[in-house]
């Protein structure tokens, strides 16, 4: 027994290297093809040039696209991190029939297929009477992106120290200038992490955009249209390329905030104040 304890510590370091050697390595190549010179990506490489992202700007297509999924993004992360501050609010900090079931329906998007979620959406819209727009794929990304911001968000609510609310009460102050001057405040880093999180989830979005989207396409979108022909291969793998470090660079920023929510609310009048 002493011996696999000795030994378990290398073999699950070794386990884990391995799962994310797996995870990334067709996403390391990626921004290698993106720079070659011929239009084919294989090994070895014809050469080094930047020509196929100094073409994307000149692309209107992209450029509409970009500017589509911009305002897809801002929109459904400001909307879901409201419904998710409202939503964490409500079931960290009071307790009534039926929280749990329904603390486990907000967060149903997050193992339901999100074909049937994308397909039932758009019987919805459809029977609602929408049109297909941007608007109905802000809504899509929406209920997408609750679960996520509605996780974030609990992190931050859960450690709050609730004298602080009562101290403030004491002084005279009003339930909605409690919320707004000393709440909010404190779960200040998750809010922001939460926009973060819930914009890089709509803006690589695809299948509810698919479904949802009229004429005017997102990135993933119009992605998925200009596979459809070889010679545009290149700009997409550098069009991919910048998204997946934009991608990295804000879950980065989102999980560094997350932390330093965590350790404001048991610092700063948390659990251990």
């Known amino acids: 027994m002493t011996a696999i304890r000795r030994y378990l510590p290398g ?4 386990y884990a290297a391995l799962y994310i050697l797996f995870l990334y390595l067709p996403v390391i190549f990626l921004p290698i093809f993106s720079i070659n010179t011929a239009a084919t990506p294989k090994f070895p490489l014809s050469g080094v040039t930047l020509h196929w992202y100094e073409d994307l700007p000149r692309t209107p297509a992209l450029i509409d696209a970009t500017w589509n999924s911009l305002i897809v993004g801002v929109s459904a992360s400001i909307l879901s ?8 609010r409500s079931i960290t900090r009071y307790r009534y029939p039926g929280r749990r079931t329904i603390n486990g329906l907000i967060m149903a998007p997050l193992v339901l297929p999100e074909v049937i979620v994308a397909i039932s959406m758009l019987l919805v819209m459809l029977q ?5 727009s941007l608007f109905t794929v802000v809504l899509g990304h929406v209920l997408v992106c609750i679960p996520y ?3 974030v968000l609990t992190s931050g609510f859960e450690g709050f120290d609730r ?6 009460a004491d002084l005279g102050e009003s339930a909605f200038g409690t919320f707004r ?5 404190m779960v200040a880093p998750a809010i922001i992490s939460s926009l973060l999180v819930c914009f890089t989830i709509s803006l690589d979005e695809f299948i509810i955009a698919f479904f949802l989207t009229g004429t005017e396409a997102t990135l993933p979108i119009y992605i998925w249209g200009q596979l459809r022909f070889a010679a545009k291969l290149p700009g997409v793998l550098a069009l991919g390329t910048l998204l997946l470090f934009a991608s990295f660079l804000l879950m980065t920023i989102a999980e560094i905030l997350r932390r ?12 251990y104040a």
């Not at 609602?128 to 297909?132: E, N, V």
């Not at 004298?163 to 403030?168: K, Q, T, Y």
């Open 149 to 151: 911001s509605m996780t």
């Open 260 to 271: 330093r929510a965590a350790r404001r609310t048991q610092t700063e009048g948390g659990l």
């Open 163 to 168: 004298s602080l609310e009562e101290a403030s």
């Open 128 to 132: 609602l009477g929408l049109s297909l």
């Open 11 to 14: 073999w699950l370091s070794s």
């Open 81 to 88: 991190t409201v419904l998710g501050i409202l939503a964490a």
């Open 181 to 185: 001057r000393v709440t909010l405040p």
